[in-house]
């Protein structure tokens, strides 16, 4: 059972703080990404949080990210993106969701050009 409350806790924590990350795309972040309903991508551990890759800036307040896993689950909607803290991760593009900058913890690395081109293709052809 989600425990929304707990949730609805740290959301406030992470909002009062307020403080805005300097990203690029590309970059693989973590991101307190909460509690959500039903299948979408959830953060984990104590502050829900999760890796993302950073698929496109709109301002310095948001950004366009994608929820990464290490999940060995293969599908056309999870593209390979490289090792990230000593793991392989894909980018589930399916879960694509706008955020707010205060959502991001902290950088862990940046996607390889080539794979982050193949990712945005796959994006784009899932329209």
């Known amino acids: 059972m989600k425990d929304y409350y707990k949730w609805c806790k740290e959301k406030t924590r992470v909002n009062d703080l307020s403080i805005r990350k300097h990203y690029k795309i590309r970059d693989v972040w973590w991101c307190s990404l909460g509690l959500n ?5 959830d953060g984990k551990g104590t502050y829900y949080q999760r890796p993302v890759l950073i698929l496109k800036g709109i301002s310095k307040e948001i950004c366009i990210v994608a929820p990464m896993t290490t999940s060995e689950k293969t599908s056309k909607y999870r593209i390979c993106a490289g090792i990230f803290s000593g793991k392989k991760s894909k980018v589930i593009i399916l879960q694509v969701k706008v955020v707010d ?3 991001l913890v902290n950088k862990i690395g940046v996607v390889d050009i080539r794979m982050f081109y193949e990712i945005k293709k796959a994006v784009r052809n899932m329209f």
Do not use: D, P, W
Request: zero cysteines; aromatic letters at 12%.
């Open 101 to 103: 900058t205060s959502r």
């Open 37 to 41: 309903v039903g299948f979408e991508q």
